[in-house]
């Protein structure tokens, strides 16, 4: 159970606060509620160039990495389709400096030329190292097209092409920053060794006169329902055929989620999973093979991937991974396997809370989705799926009209 404290500052900060005397450190969490699916179709990574922007210096700061390694502390940050989240950890003592730091690139970041055109090259080069240079590396740009038609998940986070933001201007960056990086689309949160009381104190001082910003509106379309199979061949240089199977699957709010998600553990969660056991030990297929969720916000994909070994052939493939999702849709599991897939979630979940910046950032997330105390229910939740509630979703998700199949064949 993990308790913690909400109050709100006059122009929108939520707080959440999570007191831990055991710790000496100080976990802070600042999750803005803005991800690449909050971008133009013609302006994309744009979400993950802030996340670079956020850390060439703001209007009293130049350097944001200095401050904080002589506060004995570290930092970092993550971008995907739905939020971009930025973390510090420091010993409460030095807590004053990261709140410092933290509101001052808030309230004003260092719109320079040369800052921009910095970053703009930083991200153009990730851009090429992981998705035109890597094998697979542009699975995400395929995948997205594929099974979006509609949404904004349909481009990855890192962008549709570098040239969105090679173009990028002062202008675009302004816009973007006063849009979603205002403190009502914020939310900041402290865990570990502070009273409600500092924390009160602090965060109104460094963040209650940073002034709010427009309340924005969504402009999100929503998927259409999917109705028959989707194929795509991508010839290129990897060094062995690999799939990637797509399907549709419900929200992050939905009763389902928790369920789509212990049913990809089922397939392929350790080396005693199903799809494990018979493409990579058993029949010896699959040099790798995987089962896993997107973890989405709004309704994400259900998928499965492989990479054969060279005497087997696609079409074989395919035939045997269906073979086993019929399987899931026509037979129970086993109560053992259930309990035992139940034990690992739980495990995961208990570990998690063991961490102070763990719990800031899980606090931040279920709070931006709209249900903070879900964090205390995720337990029960997976403890209550019954093998009918896996099997039902097998046979609602994982079928061919749901379908969108990625295949990668060497040049």
Known sequence: MIEYSKFVLD???????????????????ILYGVGSKDESPEKTGFAHLFEHLMFGGS???????GPIQLAGGENNAYTNSDITNYYDIVPAQNLETILWLESDRMNKLDFSQEALDVQKKVVVEEFNETCLNKPYGDVWHHLSSMAYKDHSYRWPTIGLVPEHVENANLDDVKSFFYSYYRPNNAILVLSGNI??????????????????????????????????????????????????????????????YPVCDLLSDAFA???????????????????????????AIDPGLFIIEGKLMPEFTMEETLDKIWDCIHSMQ??????????????????????????????????AYFEHIGDLELINKQTSIYQEITAKDLQAAAKKYLTKENSNLLLYYPN
């Open 11 to 29: 122009n929108g900060l939520r707080v959440i606060v999570h007191e831990d005397d055991s710790s000496p450190m100080v976990a802070v969490n």
């Open 59 to 65: 209007e009293h700061i130049k350097d944001f990495d």
């Open 195 to 256: 009273s409600l009381k500092k924390a009160k104190e602090q965060c109104q001082k460094w963040f209650g006169n940073i002034p709010k910003g427009e309340q924005k509106v969504s402009n999100i379309i929503r998927e259409k329902v999917q109705t028959k199979p989707r194929i795509k061949k991508v010839f290129g240089e990897v060094p062995s055929t690999a799939f990637y199977l797509a399907f549709h699957m419900p929200d992050r709010l939905h009763k389902d």
């Open 269 to 295: 969660n350790g080396r005693s999973s199903r799809l494990y056991q018979k493409f990579c030990k058993d029949e010896q297929i699959c040099s790798t093979i995987d089962a896993y969720i997107t973890g």
């Open 330 to 363: 026509s037979e129970s599991i086993e109560e053992r396997e259930l309990k035992k897939l139940k034990n690992k979630v739980e495990s995961g979940l208990v570990y998690a809370e063991v961490n102070i910046l763990n719990k800031a950032m899980n606090l």
